[in-house]
């Protein structure tokens, strides 16, 4: 028997003329009418506020979608594992094949949008094979002053973001997600291992899990959100201005450059200016200081 047809409707009522409710009531609006979807998943606090209300709304019609590749850190495939089995909803990861296609190799400012084609692709054939009506992200308000070619491709394939269509903003975000337990509250952004690349460096697996294994040693040692740019033989390291002094210190700085060395790295530099989301963006296109808004499956955060 054929499965219901996927469908990609406009903004739940509410929002253009009909007496307002608040972004919660919104959004239990918008899921009912979904009836059933598949829902990217990254484990970040946009996506995991849209699956732990979908599952609340929805129950088992609601699946949660994460897209594993190279370009996804193991430590947030294991959070968001985690997270689902917390929240108790089904979960499932699907294996995504980006650095498979030519054009998001090269790397071009547009590199997300091939990165969300492909994804988009799969939570569709998610939504197809497990009888599911629709299939959602986790895009909220922030998201549309941002360079998001992903948000196109979302546009392209019909994508639901109930987020985004409530109304939901980062504050929002987080105050729901406290008000639900929800330990992704106050999360840090974690955006794809590919934003660290410059633009114009083709993407290769290896220089990913280099990136990944630095910024591994950052976060093990308690810096919180840290990102560590790869410019060739160059570590450039982006952390919050409050814990620059932590990264000069001698023992410390010893130990970060030793690791990195040993990663591949050459050279270890430490920015000045700090943490940046977007700083590899095309000039006078980054992103705003708190933004972890998810392009989400992977969709997850500012690069």
């Not at 105050?175 to 690349?197: H, K, M, N, V, Y």
């Not at 919050?240 to 010893?254: I, K, N, Q, S």
Request: proline share 8%; charged share 25%; net charge neutral.
């Amino acid at each position: 028997m054929a499965g219901p047809s996927i469908h990609a409707a406009g903004p739940a009522p509410g929002l253009h003329g009909d007496p307002p409710a608040a972004p919660r009531e919104r959004l239990e609006g918008i899921l009912r009418d979904l009836g059933s979807a598949a829902i990217g998943f990254s484990g970040g606090a946009d996506s995991a506020l849209l699956v732990k209300m979908a599952a609340m709304v929805l129950g088992d019609n609601a699946l949660a979608v994460t897209a594993i590749s190279a370009s996804f850190p193991e430590r947030d495939r294991r959070a968001a594992a985690a997270l689902a089995r917390e929240i108790g909803v089904r979960h499932i990861e699907i294996e995504s094949r980006e650095l498979e296609n030519p054009s998001y190799i090269a790397n071009a400012p547009s590199r997300c949008f091939f990165c969300k084609q492909e994804l988009f692709v799969l939570l569709r054939r998610a939504a197809e094979q497990h009888g599911l009506a629709a299939f959602a992200y986790g895009a909220i308000t922030d998201d549309l002053g941002d360079f998001r070619p992903g948000m196109d491709a979302a546009r392209r394939a019909g994508a639901r973001a109930p987020l985004l269509e409530a109304g939901f903003g980062k504050p929002q975000v987080r105050e729901l997600s406290r008000l639900l337990g929800l330990s992704t509250w106050d999360r840090p952004a974690s955006a794809c291992l590919s934003s660290r690349i410059p633009h114009g460096t083709a993407i290769e697996a290896s220089a990913l899990r280099r990136v990944e294994l630095a910024e591994d040693f950052l976060i093990a040692a308690g810096l919180a959100s840290v990102r560590v740019r790869a410019h060739g033989e160059i570590a450039r390291i982006e952390v919050l201005p409050g814990d620059l002094p932590r990264c000069t210190e001698p023992a410390f700085r010893e130990a970060l450059t030793s690791k990195l060395r040993e990663l591949g790295f050459r050279y270890v530099a430490l920015d000045l200016d700090g943490y940046r989301p977007g700083s590899l963006n095309p000039a006078g296109e980054t992103a705003s200081p708190d933004l972890p808004g998810e392009s989400s499956g992977r969709l997850s955060g500012p690069p």
